[in-house]
Nanobody, 123 residues
């Protein structure tokens, strides 16, 4: 599966953005989907995930209550709605797909990656 992330940009602190990740190829509805981010000089970190089975969602503590992950299987797209953005949310955001059961919170657990979209939050 190929993934294409979009929707990043520059926003002031307290603002909102919605990221999209469009998937091409077959079987999107049976992939667990995740969002990760990587700030300059830091390792890529887990942000949120959405399971294909049961529709469960998972979040990093740092974004819980502010970000919402959702998916539209008819459109082969996963979204990340980000609200109450903070300067520390500035990073390149990546979407990823993981086959099988269970979502992952580690980079190595995902099979496919999008190219990333830059999110910059100004103070």
């Amino acid at each position: 599966v190929q993934l294409q992330a979009s929707g990043g940009g520059l926003v002031q602190a307290g603002g909102s953005l919605r990221l999209s990740c469009a998937a091409s190829g077959r079987g999107f509805s049976t992939y667990n989907m995740g969002w990760f981010r990587q700030a300059p000089g830091k390792e890529r970190e887990f942000v949120a995930a959405h399971s294909w089975s049961g529709g469960r969602t998972y979040y990093a503590d740092s974004v819980k209550g502010r970000f919402t992950i959702s998916r539209d299987n008819a459109k082969n797209t996963v979204y990340l709605q980000m609200s109450s953005l903070k300067p520390e949310d500035t990073a390149v955001y990546y979407c990823a797909a993981r086959g099988g059961y269970g979502v992952g919170r580690q980079v190595y657990e995902y099979d496919y990656w999008g190219q990333g979209t830059q999110v910059t939050v100004s103070s």
